[in-house]
């Protein structure tokens, strides 16, 4: 039997919460989303799923967290230095992709500008999915706008990324920041 993301709300028990993760359907996501930005209690609970060792519970908490925050910002907005953590630690590659989906949205705050530089130009590397390099890719973009001196950096590396072949999108979305970079 599925319980809704409703019902599930209404209950305090962690191991509900992780069974209806794995068990929701993509039509099931709206839902979701909608509870938790209504829901802080159970909002709290899938921000701490995010870090469970079940990669499958982490991903699926964490796609939920990032495009109800996508909606309504303020989620997050106290959470920043966690999601730093979380991407900085973590090998799980959808978490990357979100994490750094999520950071592209917020302002980095100064203590943690050059980690996050410094992971971000990690992850552009070749062995990474693309969606993950797309973001951080973005994510150095932003921050760029912020810190002018990373602009020659990125430039330079994105240029030589290009040069050693990527994917399409990879490609289409560095040229796109290249053209502004430059301008």
């Given at each position: 039997?599925t319980?809704?993301?409703k ?17 929701f359907?993509?039509c099931?996501?709206?839902i979701w989303?909608?509870?938790?930005i ?5 909002f709290d609970q899938?921000f701490q799923?995010?870090f469970?060792?079940d990669k499958?519970?982490a991903?699926?908490?964490c796609w939920?967290i990032d495009?109800?925050s996508e909606?309504f910002p303020d ?9 730093i953590?979380?991407?900085?630690s973590?090998?799980n590659g ?10 592209c949205?917020y302002?980095i ?6 980690v996050v530089v410094n992971k971000?130009f ?5 062995t ?7 973001f951080a890719?973005?994510?150095l973009f ?5 810190l002018?001196?990373l602009?020659?950096e990125?430039i330079?590396?994105?240029e030589?990324l290009q ?8 490609i ?6 290249l053209?502004q970079?430059?301008s």
């Open positions: 039997m319980i809704s993301a019902e599930t709300s209404d209950k305090s028990d962690n191991e509900i919460i992780r069974r209806n993760l794995l068990a359907g993509s099931e996501s709206e989303k909608k509870t938790v209504s829901d802080k209690r159970l899938l799923l995010i469970s060792d499958r519970v991903w699926r908490a939920i495009t109800a909606e989620l997050l907005a106290g959470k920043i230095p966690e999601i953590e979380g991407l900085i973590t090998n959808s978490l990357k992709r979100h994490f750094t989906r999520i950071l949205r302002q705050p100064k203590e943690f500008l050059g971000s990690e992850l552009l590397a070749p990474e999915a693309a969606a993950v390099r797309v890719m973005q994510l932003n921050i760029s706008q912020e002018p001196d602009k020659g990125l330079c590396v994105l030589s040069e050693e072949g990527a994917s399409a999108g990879f289409n979305r560095s040229g796109k920041l053209r970079l430059r």
